[in-house]
């Protein structure tokens, strides 16, 4: 799926809505789930559903996974808001190939019971430079609920 560069201005305002000034300078694991809301069907993950599971799961602390730490555009990314915005802040550049690919399929957890186990990567690829970064995780059927131990960043480039 490609993103119009319009959209990443309207991504980062609902991002910054969503989690707060605060939250983007007090990183913090959240004990609570991020809970998805309810959609005609139990059984399928929209893209949509995933990207809004990443907003409201911005200001979760990069240290949820050792691959995650320092693995933003600017080594002081701390939530994984900053990681993803510097990422989709990339695209913005006209002249590059960029997307955004959302892949999610039913699996079952021997941890969390059913679920989607979803990947999102961020790719661009313009001349000599090219990159991919994303993250997988785990969305809990039962719960619809990110399940913030599942994150783990993943990059190429």
């Not at 959609?39 to 995650?68: F, Q, R, W």
Request: net charge negative; proline share 4%.
């Amino acid at each position: 799926m490609n993103i119009n560069p319009c959209i990443l201005g309207v991504f980062f305002s609902i991002l910054l809505v969503l989690t707060g000034c605060n939250t983007l300078h007090q990183p913090q694991l959240s004990s609570l789930p991020v809970r998805l809301p309810q959609t005609e069907s139990h059984v399928t993950l929209k893209d949509k559903d995933v990207l809004y599971a990443l907003m409201l799961s911005a200001g979760l602390s990069m240290d949820i996974d050792p691959h995650c730490k320092g693995a933003g555009r600017e080594i002081s990314d701390r939530t994984l808001g900053e990681y993803l915005s510097g990422f989709l802040a990339d695209l913005s550049d006209f002249e590059a190939k960029n997307k955004i690919e959302v892949h999610s399929f039913n699996d079952f957890d021997a941890n969390y019971g059913a679920v989607w186990r979803v990947r999102l990567l961020i790719t661009q690829n313009y001349e000599e430079v090219f990159w991919s970064a994303g993250l997988d995780f785990l969305i809990n059927k039962e719960s619809r609920a990110v399940i913030p131990e599942s994150v783990r960043c993943i990059g190429a480039g």
